[in-house]
């Protein structure tokens, strides 16, 4: 008796409809901020920065003038030592800038300087940018800065999204706040809580490294 070939019982799968892979969504292309306005938001920040230190720094003082009453030590003496420069003083005053950096960006997307300029830290995906990110960038930028943002700019320019070697080497974009959906930006809450504590961290680094000096 005759039977059927099993191969032309079985059924075939159906390979799915080539519209199915034309129907999904294109992925979101982020255009970068410029140079200037960027520039101009780390001018606020290094504002911010210089401020706290200064804050730390003058607590720092108010405790020498209390020695000064109590002990009797010589002002200018510790005058002198408060305003020494040391390998402790710029390496505490760069911990501190990183440290800023690093935290509000990592935790929001943001520093005080790209808040007011309307700017936001996010990675190539759209997704927020990490903590891991933030600090990468922030490091690349110190050795750009010794090059008066030459490298930055002619980065930039040849950069479709608008990325400095940094934002490269870590996947991130500088993008306008306008540019992105709410659900992709996070709640100005967390930004007063972020910036008030690296800005109370980045003050508290330079306490210590002139207190280190105060009694060095």
């Known amino acids: 008796m005759a039977t059927l070939d099993e191969s032309a019982t079985q059924p075939h799968p159906t390979s799915p409809p080539a519209s199915a892979e034309a129907s999904l969504p294109p992925a979101p292309q982020y255009i ?12 606020i920040d290094a504002v911010v920065h210089y401020a706290a230190t200064f804050f730390g720094s003058l607590l720092v003082t108010f405790i020498a003038g209390i020695i000064v009453a109590l002990t009797g030590a010589s002002p200018t003496l510790l005058t002198h030592k408060l305003q020494s420069y040391s390998l402790l003083t710029y390496a505490t005053a760069i911990l501190g800038y990183v440290l800023y950096f690093t935290l509000c960006e990592g935790l929001y997307g943001a520093t005080m300087g790209k808040l007011i300029c309307g700017l936001v830290v996010i990675k190539e995906d759209g997704s927020p940018c990490s903590l891991g990110a933030a ?15 030459v490298v930055a700019a002619a980065a930039m320019s040849s950069s479709p999204k608008r990325q400095r070697v940094g934002d490269g080497w870590v996947n991130t974009i500088v993008v306008k706040r306008k540019d992105l959906q709410p659900s992709q930006l996070r709640s100005g809450g967390l930004f007063a809580v972020v910036f008030l504590g690296a800005a109370i961290l980045d003050g508290l680094i330079a306490f210590l490294a002139y207190l280190l000096k105060l009694v060095g």
């Open 32 to 43: 970068g901020a410029g140079f200037w306005i960027r520039v101009l938001a780390r001018v």
């Open 135 to 149: 600090f990468g960038r922030s490091l690349v930028f110190l050795l750009e800065s010794m090059f008066f943002g």
